[in-house]
């Protein structure tokens, strides 16, 4: 696995890091998420998604703020990851931007852990069933 920084982007307020682990990109925005910042987020989904990875992990635990443009950007990069057979997991967000979420009822679409290490511990599987007791 590469725990190292495959890339990174910042402005005064957002700083974004991306590492890949495994079958999974991790993406860790740490600032505020707002349309003054969303761009900085938006390039480096969408070259994750260009080179092929189709899970990808946001570790929110160091993102304070994120307004409805950050929100769409999150959205609009889980279109694409679940058109090619992955998603976009959501991990260890602060009550600040969970209420974001709650709010607008977005949490119902992600995938939402508490923790990094809990959303990378549900690697996929093939034999993934939907509906099935016990």
């Known amino acids: 696995m590469d725990h190292g920084t495959v890339g990174s982007a910042q402005s005064g307020r957002l700083l974004v890091e991306v590492r890949e682990e ?15 910042t969303a761009d900085l987020l938006r390039a480096p989904l969408d070259d ?19 307004d409805s443009t950050g929100l769409n950007v999150l959205l609009g990069t889980r279109l694409r990851a ?14 600040v931007v969970a209420r974001v ?7 119902a679409v992600f995938t939402v852990h ?21």
Not at 82 to 95: D, I, K, Q, S, Y
């Open 22 to 36: 495994g079958p999974s990109a991790v993406v860790i925005p740490a600032g505020e998420l707002d349309h003054h």
């Open 48 to 66: 994750l998604l260009d080179k092929g990875f189709s899970r990808l992990v946001v570790d929110c635990s160091r993102l304070e703020f994120c």
């Open 82 to 95: 679940e058109a090619a057979g992955g998603g976009v997991h959501l991990a260890g967000m602060l009550p």
């Open 101 to 107: 979420f709650e709010i607008t009822g977005a949490e």
């Open 114 to 134: 508490d923790s990094l290490e809990a959303a990378l511990a549900d690697e996929p599987d093939e034999h993934h069933e939907t509906g099935s007791e016990g």
